[in-house]
């Protein structure tokens, strides 16, 4: 069985500063102010267009190692690829709210997941910081793989405006583990197990 994780980016927030000059005075320049933060504030929390860069997620070392023990195999789909104990993600669209990061990101690519000659592949993963859940497409349906943990959260500004969220921790929902065990003939998939943990790079439209 494929799982296909897509590198998930998340552009950190940026902070714009609009210097206003002052024009006239008394109540005019104050009217102007006001209209100019009126103007700006609802663009700070609009949704803006994800545009690409990647999620990469690490593998939980005791997931890896129970999964592997019990002869389950985990391959990317391309174009998502892999290195030692880390799947990565391109992301291909959605909308977030720089600001908070609310929002989806949509990724490409997805894993397949294998058995002693069974195998199931996930493929178009999307990361929902609202629902805080990642679904993917199981033959032709849409279900929650994982429910994201986002308390400890952090953020940072990456490279090209870009914006870099750490520290996604992923748990397997009792939805997959059903449907997972099930088509690979396993029973070591339980809900709430600790699948790995994401960081996103985000780069949005500017």
Do not use: W, Y
């Not at 008394?26 to 009126?38: D, E, F, H, I, P």
């Not at 990724?107 to 679904?135: A, D, K, W």
């Not at 929650?144 to 952090?154: G, T, V, Y």
């Amino acid at each position: 069985m494929h799982l296909t994780f897509r590198r998930i980016s998340v552009v950190p927030a940026i902070v714009v500063v609009v210097a206003l000059g002052a024009a006239g005075c008394g109540s005019s320049s104050s009217s102007s102010t006001t209209a100019s933060t009126a103007t700006a504030a609802p663009a700070a929390s609009a949704p803006v267009a994800v545009v690409g860069r990647d999620t990469s997620v690490v593998l939980n070392p005791l997931t890896a190692q129970a999964l592997k023990a019990a002869g389950v195999s985990i391959a990317p789909i391309a174009p998502a690829t892999a290195k030692t104990g880390v799947l990565i993600f391109p992301e291909s669209g959605g909308q977030i709210v720089v600001t908070s990061l609310s929002g989806t990101i949509n990724h490409t690519g997805g894993v397949t997941l294998g058995h002693e000659g069974r195998s199931i592949q996930l493929t178009g993963f999307v990361l929902n910081t609202t629902t805080r859940q990642i679904t993917t497409s199981v033959g032709g349906q849409t279900v929650p793989i994982f429910n994201l943990d986002l308390a400890s959260l952090k953020r940072a500004s990456g490279p090209n405006g870009t914006v870099v969220v750490s520290n996604v921790t992923l748990t397997l929902t009792a939805e997959a583990a059903s449907a997972l065990n099930s088509s690979l003939g396993v029973t070591i998939l339980k809900e709430g197990l600790p699948f790995g943990v994401a960081t996103l790079t985000v780069a949005v439209k500017s």
